[in-house]
């Protein structure tokens, strides 16, 4: 009574079963073209750099001129895709030494233009190079002969006329199907801004220590860190002298609770460390009676105190240590545990 059911059943499975295996195909198909969109947007922007790169020259050694003397700030200005790109290349200027700020074309045509200085240097981003927000910020740079950049894929355009320096686009197509969304011009834009950023860096001679000022929290300023920053001062060095009896110099490394001693010359240089591992190498009935300087391991690793804390923990890691020794022409000025840069969030 029921067998005329079971090839409908059968009929119905096999029909899901094909939906599943179309699908399942359609969605490998999917896959396979997400990656070739992914990679000909990302061969497209390589293509681009390559040729912004190769093209660069005099007037990329005379933006930075303008940009090295400026002695207000350099105020970026773009409107929409260009914008955004300005606005990220005005923070990584700042970071990086040069005092820079992002004004929006379209406030500033009412009131921001007030940002704006005799002293400042303008820095303008358009594709087209005919934005037309821009006219009255650049009208305002040659009222008051305020130096102008401006970063443009075409020579002919306002921008590029009106600019003391124009820094042109290579001729490279968007990414996007349409030729449409700003992709590779704004990823052009983005490489030059730091490509101008870093050039000035070194001109400069901006320095780790620089960088450390401007970047005092979050990860990086864990990682600028100096020694000096974390050491222990002179008051708390566990010091003798090389003719101290080891009975003395295991009181010391007691009481100051670094595990270690440093050993010193009559000069007060530094010449020698004793370990717990000193300690145990050496045990015996005479230990307590020996002098320091037959139970020291010489020629210790130390470090300066200008030397950035991620050193110091770079060496202890490499020499399974747990303190190093801090000096300054030999002489011991501090001394930095390992815990002290784990705790401060060096890595």
């Known amino acids: 009574m029921s067998s005329p059911a079971i090839p409908a059943v059968q009929e119905q ?6 939906q599943s295996d179309s699908s399942a195909d359609k969605s490998a198909g999917s896959s396979v073209d997400d990656l070739a969109a992914a990679r000909r947007v990302l061969d497209a922007g390589a ?10 020259g005099a007037p990329f050694i005379a933006a930075l001129d303008i940009l090295a003397a400026t002695k207000g700030r350099v105020i970026i200005s773009g409107m929409g895709k260009s914008g955004h790109i300005g606005n990220k290349i005005a923070a990584t200027l700042a970071s990086t030494g040069t005092p820079a700020f992002f004004v ?6 009412h009131g921001d233009l007030g940002m704006i200085m005799p002293t400042d240097t303008v820095f303008a981003l358009s594709n087209s190079g005919e934005t037309t927000e821009l006219a009255d910020l650049v009208a305002y740079a040659a009222r008051f002969e305020i130096p102008l950049i401006g970063v443009t894929a075409f020579a002919d355009s306002a921008l590029a006329r009106a600019a003391d320096v124009a820094l042109q686009l290579p001729d490279s197509p ?10 590779t011009s704004t990823t052009m ?11 000035l860096l070194e001109r400069r001679g901006f320095s780790s220590a620089d960088f450390k000022i401007l970047h005092p929290g979050g990860k990086l300023g864990q990682r600028l860190l100096k020694v000096s920053d974390l050491m222990h001062a002179v008051e708390e060095l566990p010091l003798a002298e090389r003719s101290s009896v080891m009975s003395d110099v295991i009181v010391l490394m007691t009481t100051k609770r670094f595990g270690c001693a440093g050993i010193v010359d009559a000069d007060g240089a530094l010449i020698g460390v004793i ?10 009935d005479r230990l307590l009676a020996e002098s320091a300087g037959d139970v020291m391991t010489g020629g210790a690793r130390t470090i300066g105190p200008d030397a950035l804390a991620s050193e110091a923990l770079a060496i202890m890691n490499s020499l399974s240590i747990t303190n190093l020794f801090v000096v ?20």
């Open 13 to 18: 499975e096999n029909t899901s079963a094909a």
């Open 47 to 56: 293509t681009a750099l390559r040729a912004l790169a190769d093209g660069l």
């Open 104 to 109: 929006h074309p379209g406030e500033a045509s």
């Open 174 to 183: 968007e990414a996007c199907p349409m030729g449409l969304a700003p992709t």
């Open 189 to 199: 834009m983005l490489a030059l801004g730091d490509a101008i950023a870093v050039a």
């Open 275 to 284: 370990t717990d591992g000193d300690l145990r190498r050496n045990m015996g």
């Open 328 to 347: 300054e022409d030999g002489v011991p000025v501090g001394i930095v545990h390992i815990h002290d840069c784990l705790r401060a969030g060096v890595a």
